[in-house]
C-alpha cells in the first residue's frame, strides 16, 4: 500500500465561517426584478471595484455592467476585489448602490425566475435562504447544493450569476451542502439555524482540485512534514518502509505534483524523518536514526541535502541512550535547532533541545524534565528566536499525562524562562505550536476523557508568558486526534484524524483567531487515512 498521510489539496484553501445568522424578516425581502423595473427602469445587475471602503461613493469608473469587466480593470491592484451590490436609477436621476449592509439583499437572483430550479425569487409562504457559489473566484452556473434537516431534503442549481436559494422555509436547523467533484469548497457545508428571519449570505467559495496522487516505492511510504518550496513546488519527508526497514524518504514535487526526484536516506537499521525545511542550498532534515554509529539506540540525525536531493552531510547527536528528533527550526542567524526527547537511566523520557549551527556542528546541547515521562513533539520560534515548545509529561500529573508547553531562551546556553502543565480530568497531549505576530501563542492538543476514554481536540492561546488567554475544546461523539496546526488568512486550520469505528478517517478542523471552532471536514479514502499536515506557505 503506498499512501501519504498528507493533504495537498488544501494548499489554495482559507477557512471561512459557519454561517449561524438571524436577519430581520420585515428588512430583508429580496429586490425583485419587477420590482427594480417599476421603480427605476434598470433591471441590471452591477459590480463595483471595492477600495476597502464599501460606504465610499462609487463612481462610473468602479461600476461594471459584468463581473468579468470587474476582474478585468482590478487586475492585480492591491485591495482590489470584485464584490456584487444591486444598482438602482432613482426618478431623479441620481444614483444610488446597496453596498453590503445587513438591511439589504447582498445577493441578486438571475433575471430570469425560473434559473433557480423553478422556484420564485419571493419566499411567500416561509423564510428562505441564499447565497452564492464562486469557483477559482467567479460565480458558478448550473451547480446543484443540497439543503437538508430532520424534516426536509431537496436540492436546486445556482443560475448564472452563481445564486440559489431555497424557499418557503419554515423555523428549524438546515444542512447546505454544495455538490461538485473535484473541488474544494470553504466551508464543506453550513448549518444554519433559522428562528424569525431570512438568510441572504450563505455562500461558499471554492477551488479547484490541483492534484491528487500517492508516492512511494513498492511497501509503505509516510509523511510527517511537508513544506511548498521557493520553486512553486512542494518537498514531504517521512519514510519508507520498501527495504524491510525503515528508512529516511523525501521527495520533491513540480507545482503539479510531478516528482522531480525522490530518495532514502539512512544506514542499515531503521531511519525516520519528522521534520524538513528548505535553506538557500538545499534542505535540512531531522529525525532519528538507528545506525552503526549509535551507541545502544537511536540518536537525533541531522541531514543536508542538495536541491537534487544528494546527500552532503549527516549528524548524529545523543548520550548512550537512546534519543528521538521529533521537530527542527532555523533562527534568524541559519543556525539550526532540534527538538525532541531522550531516554533516562531509570526508563523515563526528557525533553531535549539541541542547537548546532548552519554546517550542523553542535553548539549546545540541553535536556530537561521531572520525575515522570516528558516528551517534546514541535517548538516554534518567535522574532527574537525564542523557542516554544509543545509535548506531553506525567511529572506533576495526579493522573496519567498532562499536555505540557515552555518556553526556551538561546543564548550560550539553553535556559528554560517558564515550562508548565495544564492539567484535565483525563490526559493530555501537546501536538503543535504556533507563535502569532503580537507573540501570543497558539497551542493544539488532545483531551482525553477519563470517563468516556475518547479523545478531544483542545485549541489554547496563551500570552507570552504562559497564562492562558481561551481554552476551547471541541468535544464530538467520536474520537478526534490533532497533528498539526497552520496559520491561514482567515485563521487557523487545524489537522489530524477520526475515528469512524475502528476506520481512520482524515480531518480538518477551521477555526477563527479566537481559537472557536467554525467547521469540521472529514476526508474518507477505501483504507485508513491520518493526515499529518497541510502544505504550507512558507519555506
Not at 512542494?234 to 529516511?248: E, F, H, K, V
Request: hydrophobic fraction near 30%.
Amino acid at each position: 500500500m503506498k499512501v501519504i498521510f498528507i493533504l495537498l489539496l488544501v494548499l489554495l484553501t482559507s477557512c471561512s465561517s459557519m454561517l449561524h445568522e438571524e436577519l430581520d424578516n420585515e428588512n430583508d425581502e429580496p429586490v425583485t426584478e419587477e420590482t427594480i423595473k417599476e421603480n427605476t427602469g434598470n433591471d441590471k445587475p452591477h459590480y463595483y471595484l471595492n477600495n476597502g471602503n464599501t460606504n465610499s461613493n462609487l463612481d462610473d469608473d468602479n461600476n461594471m455592467e459584468t463581473y468579468e469587466t470587474c476582474l478585468e480593470q482590478c487586475g492585480s491592484k492591491e485591495n482590489c476585489q470584485c464584490d456584487y451590490t444591486e444598482y438602482y436609477e432613482l426618478v431623479d436621476g441620481s444614483s444610488e448602490y446597496d453596498t453590503n449592509n445587513e438591511n439589504s439583499s447582498e445577493l441578486n437572483n438571475d433575471t430570469n425566475e425560473n434559473d433557480i430550479s423553478g422556484n420564485n425569487n419571493n419566499s411567500t409562504n416561509g423564510f428562505y435562504i441564499r447565497g452564492v457559489i464562486t469557483i477559482d473566484g467567479v460565480p458558478y452556473k448550473d451547480m446543484a447544493v443540497v439543503i437538508s434537516s430532520d424534516e426536509l431534503s431537496m436540492s436546486v442549481v445556482t443560475n448564472s450569476e452563481g445564486v440559489f436559494q431555497f424557499n418557503d422555509l419554515t423555523s428549524g436547523t438546515f444542512t447546505i451542502t454544495p455538490g461538485l467533484e473535484n473541488h474544494i469548497f470553504t466551508p464543506q457545508r453550513r448549518v444554519i439555524t433559522i428562528t424569525d428571519g431570512n438568510v441572504i449570505n450563505a455562500s461558499f467559495t471554492g477551488e479547484s482540485l490541483i492534484f491528487e496522487k500517492n508516492y512511494g516505492f513498492t511497501h509503505n511510504e509516510v509523511a510527517h512534514d511537508s513544506r511548498a518550496t521557493s520553486d512553486g513546488g512542494y518537498i514531504i519527508a517521512g519514510y519508507s518502509n520498501s527495504y524491510n526497514m525503515r528508512d529516511g524518504y523525501v521527495v520533491k514535487l513540480s507545482p503539479g505534483g510531478v516528482v522531480e526526484w525522490q530518495g532514502v536516506y539512512g544506514d542499515m537499521y531503521d531511519d525516520e524523518i519528522f521534520s524538513i525545511r528548505e535553506v538557500a542550498d538545499g534542505y535540512i532534515c531531522a529525525g532519528y536514526t538507528i545506525s552503526s554509529q549509535s551507541k545502544t539506540g537511536s540518536d537525533f540525525w541531522l541531514i543536508k541535502l542538495n536541491n537534487s536531493g544528494q546527500l552532503l552531510w549527516q549528524k548524529q547527536f545523543g548520550s548512550t541512550l537512546s534519543e528521538i528528533a521529533t521537530s527542527m527550526v532555523i533562527l534568524n542567524d541559519n543556525t539550526i535547532v532540534i527538538s525532541g526527547y531522550e531516554n533516562t537511566s531509570n526508563n523515563n523520557k526528557n525533553g531535549m533541545i539541541v542547537h548546532a549551527d548552519e554546517n550542523g556542528i553542535l553548539i549546545s546541547e540541553y535536556s530537561f524534565g521531572g520525575k515522570g515521562s516528558d516528551k517534546i513533539f514541535k517548538i516554534a520560534k518567535d522574532k527574537q528566536d525564542n523557542i516554544y515548545f509543545a509535548g506531553t509529561s506525567n511529572s506533576w500529573s495526579l493522573g496519567d499525562r498532562d499536555l505540557w508547553t515552555g518556553k526556551i531562551q538561546l543564548s550560550e546556553d539553553i535556559s528554560i524562562q517558564w515550562q508548565k502543565t495544564i492539567t484535565n480530568s483525563g490526559a493530555g497531549i501537546g501536538k503543535d505550536i504556533y507563535i502569532g505576530d503580537d507573540e501570543s501563542i497558539f497551542l493544539i492538543g488532545n483531551i482525553i476523557d477519563e470517563v468516556t476514554q475518547k479523545e478531544n481536540i483542545t485549541f489554547i492561546i496563551m500570552n507570552t508568558d504562559g497564562t492562558i488567554k481561551t481554552q476551547n475544546t471541541f468535544l464530538n461523539e467520536t474520537t478526534e486526534i490533532a497533528n498539526s496546526l497552520v496559520k491561514t488568512d482567515t485563521g487557523f486550520t487545524l489537522v489530524g484524524s477520526q475515528s469512524e469505528g475502528t476506520k481512520q478517517n482524515g480531518l480538518l478542523l477551521y477555526a477563527n483567531s479566537n481559537g472557536e471552532l467554525l467547521s469540521r471536514e472529514q476526508i474518507s479514502i477505501s483504507g485508513d487515512l491520518v493526515l499529518t499536515n497541510t502544505i504550507q506557505n512558507n519555506y
